[in-house]
């Protein structure tokens, strides 16, 4: 069965929790709760938990929003900084608890990222060569 670890230590910064190597080495997800407003400076404190989440966790991390009370611009690209780190590393980042708005602008924020590194996304093929495949799927399949 995977283990979830919410760290949860006796002090809490303003902007999210403090990682604990010692309760986290073994952690399969981690969650982080942020809180307050997640912009300024409290963006630096966040942005190097996640990071450190990521490298930490075996499978992932979670990111709890539900105590966020605004995100700024710099919160919004710390997060696509995570989901960036999140697919080199072959891991996973969930976010719960986002409002409507903020993910929005995360969604255009991590589309624009992409295509800076990987150019516009498209197609793979032509309507034709996906309709002759379809055909001989399903041709594949009668007996």
């Not at 903020?102 to 150019?119: A, M």
């Amino acid at each position: 069965m995977k283990k979830t670890t919410t760290i949860m230590p006796p002090v809490v910064s303003h902007s999210t929790v403090k990682l604990d190597p010692e309760t986290t080495s073994l952690s399969n997800t981690i969650v982080l709760q942020p809180k307050g407003c997640l912009g300024g400076l409290a963006v630096l404190d966040f942005q190097t938990n996640l990071e450190q989440a990521l490298e930490t966790a075996a499978l992932g991390v979670v990111v709890d929003m539900q105590q966020v009370e605004a995100l700024a611009v710099e919160g919004i690209t710390a997060l696509v900084i995570g989901l960036e780190l999140a697919a080199i590393l072959g891991k996973s980042i969930v976010f719960y608890s986002m409002d409507l708005a903020s993910r929005k602008s995360l969604i255009v924020e991590w589309s624009r990222s992409r295509e800076i590194c990987f150019g516009p996304w498209g197609d793979l093929f032509e309507g034709e060569l996906e309709k002759f495949f379809g055909v001989e799927i399903l041709r594949s399949q009668s007996c």
